[in-house]
């Protein structure tokens, strides 16, 4: 059961954590983010990456992960990169944002369907998430929009994981098919999860606090 409450734990965390925060860009969601970069991309070498490469032909492979990092490339023209911690928030904005929307619910309806074979795959969601919930209640907290449309823009997006999660656990999908959408979720973390390490820093310096976390991050996906 966690495996389908747990990235709506997230969700809902990340509202309250935003229903509390002055500053999108304040030091701890920036922690927040490198954790979950390091830890996402971890659990993905570990759990993942290896689970697929045993099952598919090793050129397909790698094929499929390539769609999945630019089909991840495609949806942040629409999302302008919500999903690896960027929205740029314009206040008082009225015209719902509906490439943003769509953009994220497909991506977080993609990202559920490894949770139902690799179940520690859910921590990854669920670290993940957090940081983005919170960004993206920001945002719609500083809207104009309609306390109807933030509450439905939020539901539906902390649905569309679990909803992922249940189609692959009760669809009958051909093993190739879904070691094939796996490798494509692959890519997919891939590209959000090396986006967040890798993106320059300010005034390109070493931070210690941003490498401890990558470290924990790393630390903590291996031994689970």
Do not use: R
Not at 40 to 69: Q, R, S, W
Not at 118 to 135: C, F, R, S
Request: contains cysteine.
């Amino acid at each position: 059961m966690n495996k389908y409450l747990f990235p709506i734990y997230a969700v809902i965390l990340g509202v309250v954590i935003a229903q509390f925060s002055k500053n999108k860009k304040n030091w701890n969601t920036k922690l927040l983010l490198s954790f979950s970069g390091a830890f996402l991309l971890a659990l993905t070498l570990f759990e993942l990456l290896p689970e697929v490469y045993n099952h598919l032909d090793t050129k397909l492979t790698g094929l499929f992960i390539m769609c999945g990092i630019l089909l991840q490339i495609v949806l942040e023209l629409f999302s302008k990169g919500a999903e690896h911690g960027h929205v740029h928030i314009h206040k008082n904005e009225k015209t719902f944002p509906w490439l943003l929307f769509i953009s994220l619910c497909i991506h977080s309806f993609l990202e559920g369907f490894p949770i139902h074979e690799h179940n520690d795959m859910v921590y990854g969601v669920l670290v993940h998430k957090i940081p983005i919930a919170t960004i993206v209640s920001l945002f719609l907290f500083q809207s104009k929009f309609s306390i109807t449309k933030i509450i439905g823009f939020l539901v539906v997006f902390g649905s569309m994981t679990p909803l992922g999660t249940y189609i692959s656990n009760t669809v009958d999908l051909s093993a190739q098919l879904a070691h094939s959408i796996n490798a494509i979720v692959i890519g997919i973390f891939f590209h959000i999860s090396t986006t967040i390490l890798f993106e320059s820093g300010e005034g390109h310096k070493f931070n210690l606090s941003k490498f401890i976390s990558i470290i924990l991050g790393v630390g903590i996906a291996y031994f689970i």
